[in-house]
């Protein structure tokens, strides 16, 4: 099993950056790929950002590109999540998830960490 702990949130002003952690421990290397996901009060999970644990292949929500980059430590078994020029849009609870290979849905998730940005 996987076990997945976030950590890195706050709260900050518009404009301002951040960085989320994710340690992972347990069978890591079951992970083929890491995501970040979101949810909003009164809102839907969406997602963020992933990226692979081969060749560090990324993905990104339009609403975060050129903003937001997601980077992975595999010797530290650790993926981030930079922040920059964060909007009020962005608050919510952020969420680490990870998929096993050949998987097509994330199995395992953290407990999230609240990011709220005022104006």
């Known amino acids: 099993q996987v076990q997945l702990v976030e950590s890195g949130g706050g709260l900050v002003q518009a404009g301002d950056s951040l960085r989320l952690s994710c340690a992972a421990s347990g069978r890591t290397f079951s992970i083929y790929r890491m995501g970040w996901f979101r949810q909003a009060p009164g809102k839907e999970r969406e997602f963020v950002a992933s990226?692979?644990?081969?060749?560090?292949?990324?993905d990104y929500a339009d609403s975060v590109k050129g903003r937001f980059t997601i980077s992975r430590d595999n010797a530290k078994n650790t993926v981030y999540l930079q922040m920059n020029s964060l909007k009020p849009e962005d608050t919510a609870v952020y969420y680490c998830a990870g998929r096993k290979p050949g998987s097509r849905e994330y199995d395992y998730w953290g407990q999230g960490t609240q990011v709220s940005v005022s104006s």
């Open positions: 990226i692979t644990r081969s060749d560090s292949t990324t």
